[in-house]
């Protein structure tokens, strides 16, 4: 049974930074995509950033403009997005996901597991 268990939400100013994490359970990690993805209130939800199962390709949404990074440990069974310079319209339920292929994947359709999520709330 393939478990993802998000953690490192919470409560930021604007400008200041997060690490969400995600560890899995129950799958070969090291062979399949990983990625975040979020959803506002009242929001679908939108892709956010997706690394390769060997950890060496990257993608991400157009509005990260480099502020977030994405990482995994294999060895651990874990990806970390590392949030930086978050904005208010950065306030929302962010979810990990395994894709079911190895190579990056940005559509939700690919993607075969998915966690409960955790809250992001950026408020002054």
């Known amino acids: 049974q393939v478990q993802l268990v998000e953690s490192g939400g919470g409560l930021v100013q604007p400008g200041g930074s997060l690490r969400l994490s995600c560890a899995a359970s129950?799958?070969?990690?090291?062979?399949?995509?990983m990625g975040w993805f979020r959803q506002a209130p009242g929001k679908e939800r939108e892709f956010v950033a997706t690394?390769?199962?060997?950890?060496?390709?990257?993608s991400y949404a157009s509005f990260v403009m480099g502020r977030f990074t994405l990482s995994r440990d294999n060895a651990k069974n874990t990806v970390q997005l590392q949030m930086n310079a978050l904005t208010l319209e950065a306030t929302a339920v962010y979810y990990c996901?395994?894709?079911?292929?190895?190579?990056?994947?940005?559509?939700?359709?690919?993607?075969?597991?998915w966690g409960q999520g955790t809250l992001v709330t950026v408020s002054s």
């Open positions: 996901a395994v894709a079911n292929i190895a190579t990056t994947a940005i559509d939700a359709h690919e993607f075969a597991y």
């Open positions: 129950g799958v070969t990690f090291g062979s399949y995509a």
């Open positions: 690394i390769s199962g060997s950890g060496f390709s990257t």
